[in-house]
């Protein structure tokens, strides 16, 4: 295997998690962050993992602008990114069209995304800007261009005047809104609630993603994807 599974363990309040095993979902692998993300999961005698809860992240909304994909494909794929994270840049880049076009467009995969605030007050920014986008129906025009712009390394740097620009680039109908969105409390609010939820489901670090009942962490090879996302099919069929 190419990659380590866990699965996500929902953090119950007020109960004591009983765990068997802590899994470390995923260490430094070329093309990966060094900030691997790691969950809890529960596993068995066997060694496998097994789900500890209701991946209720999971929306399946058939108006959802921030997804891709039949909203009743066998399986979805949420993948947690922040729009000034490079190695969600590079999957962005690398990874997502082949994907798109070998399992989404054949009606296998949905792709949900949910944007988190992981690198400073500019990704809370950002994340407020995609929301901005995606109120106009631009959420994954405005993703990829932001992350087609983004450098090889390092955190790209999102003022208001750029989040500005690239909502020009992809044509968001109206900049008035958007510029207003911008200073929404209410949208802000929003961002770091999707922030703090990522972090109580235990994703620390990004690009994230969970398919069916496993994990992967970090900008894989497209191979590795294709393994991952060919397991979490077969598991419904």
């Known amino acids: 295997m190419k990659y380590r599974r866990a699965t996500i363990w929902n953090w119950i309040l007020g109960a ?8 470390v979902l995923a260490q430094t692998l070329p093309g990966q962050s060094s900030t691997a993300g790691t969950t809890e999961a529960v596993q ?6 097994t789900a500890g809860g209701d991946m209720d992240f999971v929306r399946r909304d058939v108006d959802d602008p921030k997804a891709i994909g039949d909203v009743d494909a066998p399986v979805v794929m949420t993948e947690w990114i922040d729009l000034r994270c490079p190695f969600c840049a590079s999957f ?4 997502l069209p082949t ?20 690198f400073g007050e500019q ?4 994340s407020v ?8 129906n631009k959420y994954m025009e405005y993703v990829t261009a932001v992350f087609d712009a983004a450098p090889d390394s390092g955190h790209p740097d999102l003022t208001r005047e750029v989040l500005i620009d690239f909502a020009e680039q992809v044509d968001v109908p109206d900049m008035e809104k958007f510029t207003a969105d911008l200073d929404d409390p209410q949208i802000r609010a929003q ?4 922030t703090r939820n990522a972090q109580q489901l235990g994703v620390t670090a990004v690009p994230f993603f969970v398919a069916g009942q496993a994990a992967l962490s970090g900008a894989q090879p497209v191979a590795t994807f294709r393994e ?5 099919l077969a598991a419904v069929e």
């Open 16 to 23: 004591v998690a009983v765990f068997l095993g802590i899994v």
């Open 44 to 49: 068995s005698a066997d060694g496998t993992q």
């Open 92 to 95: 962005s880049r690398d990874s």
């Open 99 to 118: 994907l798109i076009e070998e399992y989404v467009d054949t009606g296998r995969v949905r792709i949900e995304f949910t944007d988190v605030a992981y």
């Open 123 to 126: 990704s809370e920014d950002g």
């Open 129 to 136: 800007a995609l929301q901005a986008a995606a109120n106009q």
């Open 191 to 194: 961002a770091e609630a999707e």
């Open 228 to 232: 991952y996302l060919d397991e979490a």
